[in-house]
């Protein structure tokens, strides 16, 4: 069983940074696809952005690219998404999700990840 909670979320201005943590226990990361995915109001939840364990594949969306990097510590047994020139489109609820990736293929659709954390909210204003 694997454990994940957020951290790192708020409030900021268009334009500011916000880096969002990751925190796992329960069993280490290190062979797990860590995604990032954010559900805005009235919206379905999409994939933001993804490493695969070894890191040697990641996604990210095209709203995202060029703005937002994922990266982890596997010896921390932690993922990061550093969010860099916010836009208020950007404000949703962002969450992590792990999924067992022994081949290191990486992970995109909701269905295929198996773990979640609760979710940190990220507000950015005009």
């Known amino acids: 069983q694997v454990e994940l909670v957020e951290s790192g979320g708020g409030s900021v201005q268009a334009g500011g940074s916000l880096r969002l943590s990751c925190a796992a226990s329960g069993r280490t990361i290190s062979g797990y696809t860590v995604g990032w995915f954010r559900q805005a109001p009235g919206k379905e939840r999409e994939l933001v952005s993804m490493?695969?364990?070894?890191?040697?594949?990641?996604y990210y969306a095209d709203s995202v690219k060029g703005r937002f990097t994922v990266f982890r510590d596997n010896a921390k047994n932690t993922g990061y998404l550093q969010m860099n020139s916010l836009k208020p489109e950007d404000t949703a609820l962002y969450y992590c999700?792990?999924?067992?990736?022994?081949?290191?293929?990486?992970?995109?659709?909701?269905?295929?990840?198996?773990?979640w954390g609760q979710g940190t909210q990220v507000t950015v204003s005009s």
């Open positions: 490493t695969s364990r070894s890191g040697s594949m990641k």
């Open positions: 999700a792990a999924s067992l990736d022994l081949l290191d293929r990486g992970r995109y659709s909701p269905d295929q990840y198996n773990y």
